[in-house]
């Protein structure tokens, strides 16, 4: 045989084949080594709750660009096939990429990835885009010209959280800190590794026993307090947290200025809406409980704390859910509730409109959505995930807590 | 088939009776002949004008029903078509990623050494005075290109048949900005360099269920069921721990390169998952190619 033929080293044919076994091994340990170094505990001194917090208060708005992983799981039924590529209702389950990009202030960029489809938010001050890949459609979001200056008299009396409609870390983790001081034990947890960073964590256990919610858990970053991973715990799912978004990658450093950029693509269709700004600018100076503004009609509040079942009446849910853009004029308070940019997104987003304001056709049949994703019970539908549950009554209640489905068909 | 071609050429037994020929000599005249012989075959020509076909049905189609109600429609990148014949490049391996380029690339791969060994040349090919492991090395340098040509012929056509029906435009990303058409087709370069480099893994596959069995359409036809294997393991959820190590699992993220900040984090273990599957099943058919008694 040729390779005999020479003097040279030659292998047994056992060695030949252990030559696999071997590469096999090494591409096993260049796989499983980076894995089994990550989670190793952080060695970080030790800090107490209030310490964490008010680092956390304290931290500057960095710039910051990275990779997010949301993950739910919810319980919720799985949804119709056909629901493919970035849209925003993947968020509802499963496990979503979204790529991240801010300045710090007030210009951002969030990307929820599919695989082959991008679907963009980007904010840039008093005005917002969202791009669909899949649709080439581009809404535009801006305010009137006297709201614009209101927005800029606001945005300089206070640096405000930039919101996004897409949660990342930051977002979540500002809701759950303003919750955690009432109604919860808030801990510091053993340190961790998030994105390759050595975080605290800080534990907001709920004390009701009322409440779907364990506990939630913020991962924040020890070199600049910055959050990286929330988690929240149902109590029925020990095994792994029900809502889960957090940095596998990070840098606090500035984005490119082209990515946080946006013109709209030649032959997209573009959508314009002008976001009204919510009637309160002036924000109230003693925030607290006793400047709660009045509810609503039509919006009642049982219980308290994490186990507040919250009530609204005569809701059209079936126009709702119809795509009918005209009963939201029958949702409580929809006027006051959707003054604020984010909420009217997001209801942009589910009730589709055509150019010139007009509902349109909704892109998914969401009556269906709506028979899938509920159940029906003798007081009327009912959606049960790990961490909410929600009941639309036959006669236009829905009643919404973060309770056991059974304690809102009690209450209703 | 036309062995005898490789028999008779410089690189056979007569030209390189003296040893004294040098190994990399002998390996590139090895290399030279089984190239003419690879991308020579008939068989293997088809192929490839099958798939550069596909570029021009997909683009014909959509330039004959662009004002028609039903354009816009298809799976992704298809609707960008029309307003850039630069997606073409991009929609027509969409297409054939998933089957047809699999597909051309286990006929060619699994035939490397099951071919030779089924018309009975494998243990002529075995005197030239190379040995075993540079042989194989030539054959999957042959399978390799082969793989290349595959990609380059849907490409290459999909640029020039896009650029004649619709014009080559700045090109908009999946994340909504523009790109000017420089960096556009830099950024289709790399997609086509992504997808020619996803199929290595393949080839390698390939070249050992080839150096396996004399049988060359069971070395084809197994080589093409992992592909599909893999796809369907892909899309069971319940196997996500898997995913990540699917030959598979990446191809499709050549979409990287249409979102406004490139991540070579994700390009970068793509690749990666490619070159681990390389390596283990090149060490494969290496082992089994230089530990196998040759009868035909």
């Given at each position: 045989?040729?390779?005999?033929?020479?003097?040279?080293?030659?292998?047994?044919?056992?060695?030949?084949w252990?030559?696999?076994?071997?590469?096999?091994?090494?591409?096993?340990?260049?796989?499983?080594?980076?894995?089994?170094?990550?989670?190793?505990?952080?060695?970080?001194?030790?800090?107490?709750?209030?310490?964490?917090?008010?680092?956390?208060?304290?931290?500057?708005?960095?710039?910051?660009?990275?990779?997010?992983?949301?993950?739910?799981?919810?319980?919720?039924?799985?949804?119709?096939?056909?629901?493919?590529?970035?849209?925003?209702?993947?968020?509802?389950?499963?496990?979503?990429?979204?790529?991240?990009?801010?300045?710090?202030?007030?210009?951002?960029?969030?990307?929820?990835?599919?695989?082959?489809?991008?679907?963009?938010?980007?904010?840039?001050?008093?005005?917002?885009?969202?791009?669909?890949?899949?649709?080439?459609?581009?809404?535009?979001?801006?305010?009137?010209?006297?709201?614009?200056?209101?927005?800029?008299?606001?945005?300089?009396r206070?640096?405000?959280?930039?919101?996004?409609?897409?949660?990342?870390?930051?977002?979540?983790?500002?809701?759950?800190?303003?919750?955690?001081?009432?109604?919860?034990?808030?801990?510091?947890?053993?340190?961790?590794?998030?994105?390759?960073?050595?975080?605290y964590?800080?534990?907001?256990?709920?004390?009701?026993?009322?409440?779907?919610?364990?506990?939630?858990?913020?991962?924040?970053?020890?070199?600049?307090?910055?959050?990286?991973?929330?988690?929240?715990w149902?109590?029925?799912?020990?095994?792994?947290?029900?809502?889960?978004?957090?940095?596998?990658?990070?840098?606090?450093?500035?984005?490119?200025?082209?990515?946080?950029?946006?013109?709209?693509?030649?032959?997209?269709?573009?959508?314009?809406?002008?976001?009204?700004?919510?009637?309160?600018?002036?924000?109230?100076?003693?925030?607290?409980?006793?400047a709660?503004?009045?509810?609503?009609?039509?919006?009642?509040?049982?219980?308290?704390?994490?186990?507040?079942?919250?009530?609204?009446?005569?809701?059209?849910?079936?126009?709702?859910?119809?795509?009918?853009?005209?009963?939201?004029?029958?949702?409580?308070?929809?006027?006051?509730?959707?003054?604020?940019?984010?909420?009217?997104?997001?209801?942009?987003?589910?009730?589709?409109?055509?150019?010139?304001?007009?509902?349109?056709?909704p892109?998914?049949?969401?009556?269906?959505?709506?028979?899938?994703?509920?159940?029906a019970?003798?007081?009327?539908?009912?959606?049960?995930?790990?961490?909410?549950?929600?009941?639309?009554?036959?006669?236009?209640?829905?009643?919404?807590?973060?309770?056991?489905?059974?304690?809102?068909?009690?209450?209703? | 088939?036309?062995?005898?071609?490789v028999?008779?050429?410089?690189?056979?037994?007569?030209?390189?009776?003296?040893?004294?020929?040098?190994?990399?000599?002998?390996?590139?005249?090895?290399l030279?002949?089984?190239?003419?012989?690879?991308?020579?075959?008939?068989?293997?020509?088809v192929?490839?004008?099958?798939?550069?076909?596909?570029?021009?049905?997909?683009?014909?189609?959509?330039?004959?029903?662009?004002?028609?109600?039903?354009?816009?429609?298809?799976?992704?990148?298809?609707?960008?078509?029309?307003?850039?014949?630069?997606?073409?490049?991009?929609?027509?391996?969409?297409?054939?990623?998933?089957?047809?380029?699999?597909?051309?690339?286990?006929?060619?791969?699994?035939?490397?050494?099951?071919?030779?060994?089924?018309?009975?040349?494998?243990?002529?090919?075995?005197?030239?005075?190379?040995?075993?492991?540079?042989?194989?090395?030539v054959?999957?340098?042959?399978?390799?290109?082969?793989?290349?040509?595959?990609?380059l012929?849907?490409?290459?056509?999909?640029?020039?048949?896009?650029?004649?029906?619709?014009?080559?435009?700045?090109?908009?990303?999946?994340?909504?900005?523009?790109?000017?058409?420089?960096?556009?087709?830099?950024r289709?370069?790399?997609?086509?360099?992504?997808?020619?480099?996803?199929?290595?893994?393949?080839?390698?596959?390939?070249?050992?269920?080839?150096?396996?069995?004399?049988?060359?359409?069971?070395?084809?036809?197994?080589?093409?069921?992992?592909?599909?294997?893999?796809?369907?393991?892909?899309?069971?959820?319940?196997?996500?721990?898997?995913?990540?190590?699917?030959?598979?699992?990446?191809?499709f993220?050549?979409a990287?390169?249409?979102?406004?900040?490139?991540?070579w984090?994700?390009?970068?273990?793509?690749?990666?998952?490619?070159?681990?599957?390389?390596?283990?099943?090149?060490?494969?058919?290496?082992?089994?190619?230089?530990?196998a008694?040759?009868?035909?």
């Amino acid at each position: 045989m040729a390779d005999t033929e020479r003097p040279r080293r030659t292998l047994s044919p056992r060695a030949r084949w252990a030559v696999p076994g071997v590469v096999a091994v090494a591409v096993a340990a260049a796989v499983g080594v980076p894995a089994l170094a990550s989670p190793g505990d952080a060695d970080l001194p030790q800090v107490s709750a209030q310490d964490l917090l008010s680092r956390v208060a304290a931290a500057e708005p960095t710039p910051v660009q990275g990779t997010v992983v949301y993950t739910a799981r919810l319980g919720l039924p799985e949804l119709p096939a056909e629901m493919t590529g970035a849209d925003p209702l993947n968020l509802l389950g499963g496990s979503s990429t979204l790529r991240l990009w801010s300045d710090g202030a007030e210009r951002s960029r969030v990307s929820l990835l599919g695989a082959t489809s991008e679907y963009s938010v980007v904010h840039d001050g008093a005005q917002a885009w969202t791009y669909s890949s899949t649709d080439d459609a581009v809404t535009h979001y801006t305010l009137d010209p006297a709201d614009v200056a209101r927005y800029q008299a606001l945005a300089d009396r206070a640096a405000a959280a930039p919101g996004a409609d897409l949660p990342t870390p930051e977002a979540a983790a500002a809701q759950v800190l303003a919750l955690a001081e009432q109604d919860a034990d808030v801990t510091v947890d053993s340190p961790t590794t998030v994105a390759g960073r050595d975080a605290y964590q800080l534990v907001v256990s709920p004390t009701d026993d009322g409440t779907l919610v364990s506990r939630v858990v913020v991962a924040v970053d020890a070199a600049t307090a910055q959050p990286l991973r929330v988690q929240a715990w149902s109590t029925s799912d020990g095994a792994a947290p029900s809502l889960e978004v957090g940095f596998t990658d990070v840098a606090f450093t500035a984005p490119d200025d082209s990515v946080l950029a946006f013109s709209a693509p030649a032959g997209a269709t573009t959508e314009e809406v002008v976001v009204p700004l919510p009637e309160t600018p002036e924000l109230p100076d003693g925030a607290g409980p006793a400047a709660a503004p009045a509810l609503p009609d039509g919006v009642a509040v049982a219980g308290s704390g994490w186990s507040t079942v919250v009530t609204l009446s005569d809701v059209d849910v079936a126009g709702l859910v119809g795509g009918d853009a005209a009963s939201l004029a029958t949702v409580p308070g929809a006027e006051r509730v959707l003054g604020s940019e984010e909420a009217q997104d997001l209801v942009q987003q589910f009730v589709p409109s055509d150019g010139e304001g007009n509902p349109g056709r909704p892109s998914l049949d969401t009556t269906a959505l709506y028979d899938q994703l509920t159940t029906a019970v003798p007081e009327g539908r009912l959606l049960s995930s790990t961490l909410v549950s929600v009941l639309i009554t036959d006669d236009g209640r829905v009643l919404v807590g973060s309770v056991p489905a059974d304690a809102l068909r009690a209450a209703a | 088939m036309s062995r005898a071609e490789v028999l008779d050429g410089p690189g056979g037994p007569t030209a390189a009776a003296p040893v004294a020929a040098p190994a990399p000599v002998a390996f590139a005249r090895l290399l030279r002949s089984e190239l003419r012989l690879v991308l020579g075959r008939r068989r293997n020509l088809v192929l490839l004008a099958g798939l550069a076909l596909v570029p021009v049905v997909i683009g014909t189609v959509l330039l004959v029903t662009r004002d028609s109600a039903l354009s816009g429609q298809g799976p992704a990148f298809l609707a960008q078509v029309t307003g850039n014949g630069l997606f073409l490049v991009v929609a027509a391996l969409f297409l054939c990623l998933p089957f047809l380029l699999p597909l051309c690339i286990g006929i060619a791969s699994g035939d490397a050494v099951a071919g030779e060994a089924s018309a009975g040349t494998l243990r002529y090919l075995l005197v030239v005075p190379v040995p075993r492991g540079r042989l194989l090395a030539v054959k999957a340098l042959a399978a390799l290109t082969f793989a290349a040509a595959a990609v380059l012929a849907v490409a290459v056509t999909g640029l020039l048949v896009g650029a004649a029906f619709f014009g080559v435009h700045d090109v908009v990303l999946l994340s909504g900005s523009t790109v000017p058409v420089g960096e556009g087709v830099l950024r289709v370069a790399g997609i086509v360099a992504y997808v020619g480099l996803s199929l290595t893994g393949l080839v390698a596959v390939g070249l050992f269920f080839s150096t396996l069995t004399e049988v060359p359409v069971g070395a084809m036809a197994a080589t093409v069921v992992v592909s599909v294997v893999s796809t369907v393991l892909d899309s069971l959820p319940q196997l996500s721990a898997i995913h990540p190590g699917l030959l598979t699992h990446h191809w499709f993220d050549f979409a990287e390169f249409l979102r406004v900040q490139v991540d070579w984090g994700v390009v970068g273990s793509g690749l990666a998952v490619q070159a681990a599957w390389v390596a283990v099943f090149g060490a494969l058919a290496w082992a089994r190619f230089t530990t196998a008694d040759v009868t035909s």
